[in-house]
Structure formats: structure tokens, C-alpha cells
């Protein structure tokens, strides 16, 4: 499912977690990230998430530069 498609069945809807469960590349990352971030959702869990030295895939990665950037926007 393509978080960009469900967005607006989500949009009025409250949500305490979300558990990130899709593809693993950097732009399907990114978008299930800024989904769950304009949902003001307040917990997120990543699955496929691996220590930095082993970094398999761009889950990671991907939704550490995210919170970088919102860190940067506060």
C-alpha cells in the first residue's frame, strides 16, 4: 500500500503509534515517515531497522536524516 494513496482516508483519524512496515528504499522510507509526521503521530517503530554498521537497507538511514531535518525546523 502507497502511504501517499491512504492519506487521505487517514487524515481524520488519531493514531499513538505507528509501525513502519514497507519498502525498504529511501523514498518509500521517507514517505511513510512524513505520512506518520503530518498525522502528528508521536511514536514510531521501524521495522528492519539494523545498527549502523550493518546497514542493509535505507530504513534507517533514511528516517535519521528526517528527524534531522524536523530537528532543524523546531
Do not use: M
Not at 4 to 16: I, W
Not at 17 to 45: M, S
Amino acid at each position: 500500500c502507497d502511504s501517499r494513496k491512504v492519506k487521505p482516508q487517514l487524515t481524520d483519524k488519531t493514531f499513538d503509534l505507528a509501525f513502519i512496515d514497507g519498502g525498504h528504499g529511501a523514498e518509500l522510507v521517507r514517505n511513510d515517515t512524513q505520512l506518520c509526521l503530518d498525522l502528528k503521530i508521536p511514536y514510531l517503530v521501524y521495522d528492519d531497522w539494523h545498527p549502523k554498521e550493518k546497514d542493509q537497507n535505507a530504513v534507517r538511514s533514511t528516517a535519521d536524516e528526517a528527524f534531522k531535518e524536523l530537528d532543524q525546523n523546531i
